[in-house]
């Protein structure tokens, strides 16, 4: 018989209980969503060879995702404007929490924990102007959201933890767009910027580029020590061949890496996302318009270019970098080669998340 003695010893020795970590599933080093061909989608940890670890239903197309630093857990989000956001226990598929921002909030397909784990944070824009909020989320205690702030910018997509742990950056858009779709409504006017915050939403440091403002700032990468990373979405003249990647040093000017001409010009004015390699001496961005990988040296100087179909999603590997594509590739890509790894009945979506660094 369970008394109450019994059972609140239970409950303390279950609390006491170290939580299940990302070796219960097999050690993945990345998360990535999918469509799968009967049309369903999926969030899928994948090992560095490119296979599965584990995948997991999700209820509508994802967009990226971030996985706790210590917990097999992994929060899946909707492609832009979503409304919802689904924590799932990476061992089982289980949903453990289904994260809906409040009614004039919508989920801008990008978040990330704090480096310790305890607070979600979630990129959303107010649904009347487009205006940035940040969604903070207590992890223990049912993943409760529990405040926001201003992101200080118009239409944030991309946010990481600095090194310190206590600052967050934010790449701000620039786009308005209509209500409850993806119509753009402010081109002429748009003022991407990417914006430094501490922990209680008050901006440090923000910076524009003034010269390229139709050029949105959408998606970010991290090195270990400090220098940003920002991949960046031409919305203005057709034809034009902008850079697409910038980098960034807390205190300094930004610094845009450019192509050879003809090799912006094959990227259609896209980067869909962005990485430092392996080493950190080398950082790039892919276009799945363009079919291309561009690669630069953390000093902004052109290294060269990879081709590869509908490639898009992209994370550091210990070798350089793996990527995914639409046709279900995952590829190995060191120096200007590709090597196949993998290949899923499966268009992989934008994004490949790596786990740990």
């Known amino acids: 018989m369970t008394t109450r003695r019994t059972f609140l010893a239970s409950l303390l020795a279950a609390s006491a209980s170290p939580a299940v970590g990302w070796a219960a599933v097999g050690n993945p080093s990345y998360v990535a969503a999918a469509k799968l061909p009967d049309g369903s989608y999926m969030l899928a940890g994948l090992r560095e060879d490119g296979t599965e670890a584990f995948r997991v239903p999700l209820p509508a197309r994802g967009h990226a995702a971030c996985a706790h630093p210590e917990r097999a857990e992994a929060v899946g989000f909707a492609r832009r404007p979503g409304s919802y956001a689904l924590v799932v226990d990476c061992r089982d ?3 453990l929490h289904r994260l809906t921002p409040p009614e004039d909030r919508q989920l801008n ?8 784990g305890a607070l979600l944070y979630t990129a959303e824009q107010r649904v009347e102007d487009s205006e940035g909020v940040i969604g903070i989320w207590d992890t223990e205690a049912n993943y409760s959201r529990i405040g926001e702030f201003a992101s200080h910018g118009v239409g944030p997509h991309d946010l990481r933890i600095m090194p310190d742990g206590k600052t967050l950056v934010i790449a701000n858009g620039g786009i308005k767009t209509d209500r409850w779709d993806r119509t753009k409504l402010n081109i ?13 939403g008050m901006l440090l440091e923000q910076h524009e580029i003034p010269e390229f403002a139709q050029n949105s700032i959408r998606h970010l990468a991290l090195r270990p020590d400090g220098l940003v990373g920002f991949a960046m979405q031409w919305e203005g003249e057709p034809g034009m061949a902008p ?9 300094e000017t930004p610094l845009l890496c450019e192509a050879p001409l003809a090799d912006e010009l094959a990227m259609d004015g896209y980067a869909g996302s962005v990485a430092f390699s392996g080493t950190g001496d080398e950082i790039a961005i892919t276009s799945p318009r363009g079919g291309r990988l561009h690669r630069f040296d953390d000093e ?7 081709s590869r179909a509908d490639v898009c999603g992209l994370a550091a590997h210990d070798s350089g970098y793996l990527a995914s594509d639409g046709l279900g590739g ?9 090597t196949p790894l993998t290949r899923t009945e499966a268009a992989w979506d934008n994004h490949l998340i790596r786990l740990r660094s």
């Open 93 to 95: 598929g289980a949903v």
């Open 243 to 251: 850079p697409l990647l910038g980098l960034h040093r807390r205190g």
């Open 109 to 116: 397909g990008h978040g990330t924990f704090s480096q310790d």
């Open 300 to 306: 902004g100087q052109f290294l060269g270019a990879v």
């Open 330 to 338: 995952i590829q190995l890509v060191t120096a200007d080669t590709a």
């Open 188 to 200: 002429d006017s748009m003022r991407p910027n990417l914006s430094y915050l501490d922990a209680d």
